[in-house]
């Protein structure tokens, strides 16, 4: 219903970037990453340098198996915004499921210290050492 509404107003005022990111962030819940990168590069397209969108296409592009421009896109949102929970948490995230642990490590903890009531933020950081945990019982580094 969320997806209908949103293209209404899209019909109402196509030009307005925050639908098309809002949009694209439904279609990113829904796994529709082809969908949801579509509609989060035409919020950047007339927005660029807003660390959200840029965070949103950045997610959905590495989690559509473009990890490497995925990144890309969720390093430019950091940089703009680097207080950002939920960036941080995004690129802990990313590099999680690359299993690079220690650069996770140290987005999930600056995104923890930054805000140490967030939910996400801490899971994503037991997830770190839930993996590191597992992966050190099979005998890997």
Request: charged share 25%.
């Amino acid at each position: 219903m969320a997806e209908n509404h949103i293209k209404k107003a899209i019909d109402c005022n196509p030009d307005n970037p925050s639908y098309h990111y809002l949009l694209g962030f439904t279609y990113s819940i829904q796994s529709q990453w082809g969908r949801a990168i579509a509609e989060f590069e035409v919020a950047l397209d007339r927005e660029p340098d807003n660390s959200e969108y840029l965070r949103g296409l950045g997610w959905a592009m590495h989690c559509a198996g473009n990890k490497a421009k995925g990144l890309a896109y969720l390093h430019r949102a950091v940089d703009l915004a680097p207080t950002n929970v939920n960036i941080l948490t995004d690129l802990a995230a990313a590099y999680l499921s690359d299993l690079q642990f220690h650069k996770a490590r140290e987005y999930a903890e600056t995104a923890v210290r930054i805000n140490p009531n967030s939910n996400v933020a801490r899971e994503v950081l037991a997830n770190i050492d839930r993996f590191q945990r597992n992966l050190g019982r099979f005998g890997k580094p």
